[in-house]
């Protein structure tokens, strides 16, 4: 089993639409989880913490459960700028190493 | 925010040559530094943990005389592919933790290796 899980997708979604994202983790000592987001060829960006309380930034809600072992991404409204990949992510704070998801591809269409 | 740099971006090599990829944090110091490796459409894969002044520490998997990792100093961390294969042509991005706040981690832009 892997570490992280994610659906790889694709989502296709119209603009304004709102879409989930759902991630599962087998490591139940995970102390830190992320969303990163990365676009074509590029390196990974940092989107968001996720925190057990859940967590809002603009249209992007974020949400942990650790008794599930899963965490969630909710895009509100969405843009056509928001297509990329975005990927779960799970710090084990021994060492320090963070192991992604395969990452789910998300495409909003006009 | 931190940056973190890697050197080249992109390199084209034949096969058996040996290829280095350097990755520096410009404004921080790092004593732990991270190897990923991607392939298209798939996930980053951890390849390696280079830990500054000691030996670096390998995931399940991956060669470590194949993959030659050097952190000689706070800022600096070089991966080497030995004797390169066209099946080693991925995507390889570095990351780097801060010394003063390892829970942070920062990634480079990445280095696109294709192996011919």
């Known amino acids: 089993r892997k570490e992280v899980e994610q659906d790889p997708g694709p989502f296709n979604v119209p603009e304004g639409a709102t879409v989930a994202f759902n991630c599962t983790y087998s490591?139940?000592?995970?102390?830190?989880f992320f969303w990163y987001r990365q676009d074509c060829r590029k390196e990974p960006k940092l989107l968001m913490s996720?925190?057990?309380s859940g967590n809002e930034d603009g249209r992007f809600t974020a949400q942990l459960n650790r008794a599930s072992q899963y965490i969630s991404l909710l895009i509100r409204d969405s843009k056509l700028s928001d297509s990329a990949t975005y990927l779960c992510?799970?710090?084990?704070?021994?060492?320090?190493?963070?192991?992604f998801g395969a990452g789910t591809r998300l495409f909003v269409k006009a | 925010g931190a940056v973190v740099s890697q050197h080249p971006s992109r390199v084209i090599c034949k096969s058996g040559t040996s290829v280095k990829i350097e990755c520096r944090s410009l404004d921080f110091q790092a004593t732990t530094m991270f190897w990923y490796r991607q392939f298209p459409k798939k996930s980053l894969m951890l390849m390696a943990t280079s830990n500054e002044g000691s030996k670096a520490t390998y995931e399940q998997g991956v060669e470590k005389d194949k993959f030659l990792i050097n952190h000689a100093s706070l800022t600096l961390s070089t991966l080497t592919v030995t004797s390169a294969h066209p099946e080693d042509s991925s995507f390889y991005i570095c990351?780097?933790?801060?010394?003063?706040?390892?829970?942070?981690?920062?990634f480079g832009p990445g280095t696109r290796l294709t192996v011919t």
């Open positions: 490591n139940s000592a995970s102390q830190s």
């Open positions: 992510a799970v710090l084990n704070t021994g060492g320090f190493k963070t192991i």
């Open positions: 990351s780097a933790n801060p010394t003063s706040a390892e829970h942070e981690q920062y």
């Open positions: 996720v925190y057990s």
